[in-house]
Structures are given as structure tokens and as C-alpha cells.
């Protein structure tokens, strides 16, 4: 790791923090948008159960999804016309966004790379039949118009901070994409969940081998959005201050994160999804090595298993006292 990543001891303040986390609740994927050439099966709604503190209405969460793979190009091109390449696998589609604030998405996402790849130790090796060589980022011009056209443009629902539409890796032609906005809250130009969501790209094609249905087949929950939030802190430097309040309150033990499913509400989901891996990653980087072995590929019930009776509840203890440290 070139340096700590996260700064959570810090002032564990609840509800004013959370309105400007990411995160909140899971969507239901549509998978009947006319516009849509394929359309994959709908992700289980999960019907956020309430966060133990008061969510946002208009801000969180980025969510991970079945994906369409091709939407109708000339509905894009008349809503996102702005069309600028980062490099030959990175892109980006928007309302309105300035030659700078292109320029500054590109280079906070390109130097995310290596930083996952570290936390990870990938070795830079996309899992097999995985051909999400690029990636589409589309940027709506704020959170209204994301509610307004992202829906019916890509089969999303929008009740969240973005989405991550990983369509069917192994497809030729599949795109991936994600679905954001600007951060109109922000003062600088800010595009909501934009490091979570990238992290769920590298996850995908780095880590998790098939499809989103494949993924959580087995409760991988805590990985998937608790490496999103521990990438995306850690990589912007910035403290998660929703998490730090969760650890005073030594809610859960680690063993049980494990069993984490999209029924659970976003503290248990985000936060502490985020604790569990911070305290794995750099606490025992062997277990997430194995687990990261059998995800790679697609050994989820060895990966289940591991996590179950080889790991248990041998950390429990020394994860209660270190979320008080
Ligand atoms: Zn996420």
C-alpha cells in the first residue's frame, strides 16, 4: 500500500455526514426499457430497510447491477453530447461537462487503477472469458436530470447515487458502463460515487469472475460494496467519517458481515461492508488472498466455505477491539 488509506478515527458524526457519503439503497434493474437491445435478468429489488440513522433523500448510494449492453444510439447522442475519450478504454458521455472538468474525471480515474490493483494484488490480470477491456462513464448535468433521463435511456432505476451496469462480461460487444451524475451539492465540480462506482468496473473484471447474478450467488455482499468504499476513501484520501460512527457502536462481528445480502440496510451493507474489508485487507492479507482465488474463478462455494470454517469467528475478538482503536 503506498499509504494509509483511510482515516476513520475520526469525529463519528451521524446523520450530517451521511448526506454527503455515498451510498444508499439497491434498485430493481428494469429489464424491459424499449430502448434496450439486450437486457439481462433483473437484480432482486431489495427495498432499503432504513438506515439506523436518517439517509439522504437525494444523495446516495451507488449501486451494482445486471446491465443492458447496447442502448439506442441515437437517443444517447441527442441527450449526452459530449463524447470524449480518456484513452482508447475509458470514455466519457455527457450532458455538460468543460474540456477541465473532462480532463480532471480522466486523471482521477487513471490513477485509481494502480491504486486498486495494489490493494488487490491482481497482478494486473483480468479473470477468465472477462472482455470488459473499456468502460463507458455517462454523466448527467445533476441529480434531476439523472432521475429524468437515465431511466428510460438505459432501463435504470434512479432512486440512487449511480449505477454500475456490468452486462454479461463474456459477451462480444457487451459495454460497460456506468450511470452518474454531477454532485450538484458541491461547489467544485464533483461527480457523485464516481470512484465507488469505478471500483465495482475493476471489481468485475479484476476480481469477480462472470456476471453480476453470478457474483452474489453467495454472500459476497460485504466484498462488493465494502471494497468499493474502502478503494474510494482510501484512494481520495478522504476520512469515512459514516463508518468511523458505526465502529464506536461494535454493532457486528465481523463473522457475521459475512452473511451481509442486499435485505440488510445500507449501515450494514456500506459501513460496515467497509469495515470488514479494511480490517481483512490489512490485517490478513492471506485470507483475501484465498478469497480472492476462489472469486477469481468462480468458486463461490469454496470462497463460502473458506470464509465460514476456515475464518469462522477467529477474528471476531480482535475485530471488536479494533474498531475501538
Ligand atoms: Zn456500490
Known sequence: MPHVPVHRRLIPLAVSVLATCAVTAFVVVPASASTL???????PAAAPQGPSVAAPTDAPAAVRSSAPAKVASQAVNATLPVDHACSSTLR???????????????????????????????????????????LEVVVFDSSSEYRRLAGSLYGISTNNGGTYLEGNPSAPGNQAR????????RSAFTVK??????????????????????????PTLWWIEGLAEYVSYGYLRQPNTWAAGEALRQTYALSTLFDTT??????????????AVYYLVENSPA????????????SWQAARTYIKQNIGTRYDADFRRWLLT
Open 37 to 43: 437491445q439486450n437486457t439481462t435478468v433483473p437484480r
Open 262 to 275: 442486499q435485505q440488510h440496510d445500507q449501515d450494514r451493507v456500506y459501513a460496515w461492508g467497509y469495515l
Open 287 to 298: 485470507d483475501v488472498a484465498k478469497i480472492l482465488g476462489h472469486y477469481r474463478t468462480g
Open 178 to 185: 456506468f450511470v452518474a451524475y454531477r454532485d450538484e451539492t
Open 92 to 134: 466519457i458521455r455527457a450532458q455538460r461537462m468543460s474540456s477541465q472538468q473532462l480532463s480532471s474525471v480522466c486523471t482521477s480515474l487513471a490513477g485509481q487503477t494502480a491504486f486498486f490493483h495494489n490493494v488487490v494484488k491482481s497482478n494486473n490480470q483480468p479473470v477468465s472469458g472477462d472482455n470488459n477491456t473499456s
Open 193 to 218: 460515487n464516481l470512484n465507488h462506482e469505478y471500483t465495482h468496473y475493476l471489481d468485475g473484471r479484476f476480481n469477480m469472475y462472470g456476471d453480476w447474478n453470478a457474483n452474489i450467488s453467495t
